[in-house]
């Protein structure tokens, strides 16, 4: 039986992923095929829900994430974006150190921007103060940054990672239809790929003793799903997640409806990288034993 680990070694053994550091990796030849080729079939997917694509900046405003009570509910993933001082004299003498990489880490400011653990908090910041006519759909993609510690793995659990997001702000009835759209659409596509997939309640970790509580609200009200897909030893791993943050974020930021409530809002996200460890696992790492996915893809083969 395939694993996780297997198709890891076997790509690096191929020159097709290589390691900068843990949970930051390349990708080249077959391997990169295929990722787009998912992707492609998922930005399709994704917009039959929302027409309307942001191409959302490469990092975020820490007051942002401020708004959306990050630090009390997920600080432990949190990368955030530095640089070397503005100074001559700081630079000459990294310049000129024995040892510049760790003169360059001791002169590094950090600055109020971080890289962005999600990319529906860019929705939120755009839409917010603002008075909705109708509910919005959204879609973005773009890499998304977590630290998870020792637990960072190739293509499994990566610091940086390739997000496809769909988001939904406006009234309450119409994010939960969206959600369960998101849903059977997702599962659909795993069908297609030919990959057993699992649908299960899930939680946030939320981090400090005042944030676990909304776990407990999550779990009981069942407003977060995970598709697991297997990535073999008995294992899976959580490939899209689809969210009811219910008013949450409409009164963090100051989104209301047009009957002055505050709005709802929720979000479908594929981790482009986990689908395609999965497929990976599913089918092997020799392309011929691959399902074609779309006319795309097999062009591409041509």
Not at 9 to 35: F, K, M, Y
Not at 91 to 101: F, G, K, S
């Amino acid at each position: 039986m395939r694993t996780a680990e297997g198709v890891v070694s076997a790509l690096r053994a191929r020159g097709e992923l290589w390691d900068i550091a843990p949970g930051i990796v390349g990708l080249r030849g077959d391997a990169l095929a295929l990722l787009r080729s998912i992707e492609h079939e998922i930005m399709l997917l994704t917009h039959r829900e929302a027409p309307e694509e942001w191409a959302a900046p490469p990092a975020l405003a820490m007051r942002t994430l401020e708004h959306a009570e990050y630090f009390a509910s997920f600080p432990f993933w949190l990368t955030a974006a530095s640089h070397l001082p503005d100074d001559e004299s700081a630079l000459e003498r990294i310049a000129t150190d024995v040892e510049p990489v760790l003169a360059a880490r001791s002169a590094a400011r950090c600055t109020d921007v971080a890289l962005p653990p999600a990319l529906c908090y860019h929705v939120f910041e755009r839409l917010a103060g603002r008075r909705l006519a109708t509910t919005e759909r959204i879609t973005l993609a773009g890499t998304c940054w977590r630290h998870e510690g020792t637990r960072l793995a190739a293509l499994e659990r990566q610091w940086a990672f390739t997000m496809r997001e769909i988001v939904c702000v406006g009234v309450a009835s119409e994010v939960e239809e969206f959600r369960q759209r998101g849903m059977r659409r997702a599962g659909a596509l795993a069908s297609r790929l030919d990959l057993d997939a699992g649908f299960l309640v899930a939680t946030d970790p939320f981090f400090a003793p005042t944030a676990r509580g909304k776990a407990i609200v999550q779990r009981v009200k069942a407003l977060k799903h995970e598709l697991a897909l297997p990535i073999g030893d008995e294992r899976s791993t959580a490939a899209a997640s689809f969210n009811n943050h219910e008013q949450f974020f409409g009164e963090a930021f100051g989104i209301t409806l047009s009957t002055g409530e505050a709005a709802s809002s929720g979000c479908v996200a594929f981790g482009l990288e986990r689908w395609l460890l999965a497929f990976l696992v599913a089918h092997g790492v020799d392309r011929a034993a691959w399902p074609v996915l779309d006319a795309t893809y097999a062009e591409t083969q041509s």
